[in-house]
């Protein structure tokens, strides 16, 4: 039987940590968006599926001010988009992994409080 051999390529040291360092600065930037309640409050409802803007402020009992701060916050971190129809903002994830990341965490959470780690806000 012929042997084969696989041919990897590895990158350079330097560029590879270059790229690290790149995705650990937009991980900051996207762990920044998620550490507010509210935030994720919102990334929880459009993991339901769009949604409308004013359906979003209606549910949070947000201002309309405040609302879209919040969505301003998560779009500048790519974690939602937005679309219009007409005189309508409409949001939806970016990504379909930010609605699992935010279940990992929740479930994560959970489980801390379900087994009282020592955790302390």
């Known amino acids: 039987m012929p042997q084969t051999t696989t041919i990897t390529h590895k990158m350079p040291r ?3 940590n270059s790229i690290d360092q790149q ?6 930037v996207i762990c920044k968006a ?3 309640p509210k935030r994720l409050h919102i990334l929880s409802i459009l993991g339901r599926g769009e949604c409308s803007f004013s359906d979003i402020q209606g549910e949070l009992a ?9 969505i301003s916050i998560l779009r500048s971190a790519g974690v939602i988009g937005t679309r ?3 005189q309508h903002l409409y949001c939806y994830l970016a990504f379909p992994e930010v609605k699992q990341a935010c279940h990992l965490i929740h479930e994560v959470l ?3 409080i379900k087994n009282q780690r020592d955790f302390v806000l």
């Open 34 to 36: 998620f550490a507010h």
């Open 62 to 70: 947000l201002s309309k001010a405040n609302a879209s701060q919040h």
């Open 110 to 112: 959970r489980t801390q």
């Open 84 to 86: 219009r129809n007409g």
């Open 14 to 16: 330097k560029k590879q």
């Open 23 to 28: 995705i650990f600065e937009r991980q900051a």
